[in-house]
């Protein structure tokens, strides 16, 4: 009964594999607390004008949780593809597609630990054979809980081949091939990008060290533009435009990858 519980807990939660924790969360708050501060200290350096970015602080928290989700993503197909590997070796060995996947939990237990979006895959393959579910409503419910794309066209393969008489060892073979190769392929892109994302990041920081740079060596320059109508609309335009372009950078980033 205990397991059962277990299996319904992770089977109906659809954000149990891939979630943010408490602890990461807290991180974006005070991530986004001090966001707000700079943006405040170098453009308004009013009190009430902390209060009046808020929601600008809730857009960057929701941005950087994205962000944190996607990299969980590329983590958890990393660690699908290993399993990918690891089930393909177990098949050659004689092993079932079934016995393949139970049997590779201790391995992946090694590499990535237990609390591993894989491992808690495994887990649910496990408690799903010992309620007698079949395994490809269990990939695909899987599939539903990380979002990730490989893991639901694998859970769609391994219907179609555990339903038709051919030689599963076979199409698991080559299914995993074409699925390792693609994650290959997605890692090699993002290795490409990596470069551009650390421009995108030196360019984002750029305004902010160019005033800082104004302020210090010309002290009283910007006075003109706080404590006054005035400074604060130029300053709110400003302001506007860096979050457009901000905004318009991280979307161009995120559809490449």
Partial sequence: M??????????HDPNKLIFVTSWEKGVLVIKSIAVL???NYFFYREWWAFILLCPVGVLYCQMEKETLLVKKRG???EQFKELMLLVSTGQKAGYSAENA??????DMKNLYGPESVVCKALMILQAGRKNNIDFSVL????????????IQEFASIYEISSKSSGNMAAVMEKTAEIIIKKLETEKEID??????KLELKIMNAMPFLLILYIGITSPGYFHGL??????????????AVYIGAYLLSQ???????
């Fill in 2 to 11: 205990l397991k059962k519980k277990k299996y319904h807990h992770f089977m």
């Fill in 37 to 39: 501060g700079i943006i």
């Fill in 75 to 77: 983590d958890a197909k």
């Fill in 101 to 106: 996947f139970l049997s590779s939990y201790q």
């Fill in 139 to 150: 990939w695909h419910q899987i599939g539903q809980q990380t979002g990730i794309t490989e």
């Fill in 191 to 196: 290795v490409l990008l990596s470069a551009r």
């Fill in 226 to 239: 706080y404590h006054c109508l005035g400074g604060v609309v130029i300053m709110t335009l400003c302001l």
């Fill in 251 to 257: 979307k161009m980033i995120l559809t490449e990858i």
